[in-house]
Nanobody, 122 residues
Framework: QLHLVESGGGLVQAGGSLTLSCAAS????????TEWLRQAPGKEREFVAD????????HYADSVKDRFTVSKDNAKNTVYLRMTSLKPEDTAVYYC???????????????WGQGTQVTVSS
């Protein structure tokens, strides 16, 4: 069993920065690919970024590309999301999830964190 806990959210002004952490326990986090997702009030859950098991594969949503950076520290069993140049539209609850991609091309989310709130004021 892998237990994930997000932290680092809070209130920040537009243009500011935050770093979110996704700390894992129970299993070796390096064995899982990790996805960051977010959900704003009244909106569908949205892909933000993901990172492969060995940090060799990284993807970003177009909306956050060049502003957010995802990284993994296997020694600390933690995945990070560095967010810069934050905009009010980035306001959402941010989640991390351990996942696998099936041979059918679908994503299976195996474990979820509880989420952390990011609020960007204008």
């Amino acid at each position: 069993q892998l237990h994930l806990v997000e932290s680092g959210g809070g209130l920040v002004q537009a243009g500011g920065s935050l770093t979110l952490s996704c700390a894992a326990s129970g299993r070796t986090f390096a064995n899982y690919a990790t996805e960051w997702l977010r959900q704003a009030p009244g909106k569908e859950r949205e892909f933000v970024a993901d990172i492969g098991t060995s940090s060799d594969s990284i993807h970003y949503a177009d909306s956050v590309k060049d502003r957010f950076t995802v990284s993994k520290d296997n020694a600390k069993n933690t995945v990070y999301l560095r967010m810069t140049s934050l905009k009010p539209e980035d306001t959402a609850v941010y989640y991390c999830a351990a996942k696998v991609l099936t041979t059918r091309g679908t994503t299976e989310y195996l474990y979820w964190g509880q989420g952390t709130q990011v609020t960007v004021s204008s």
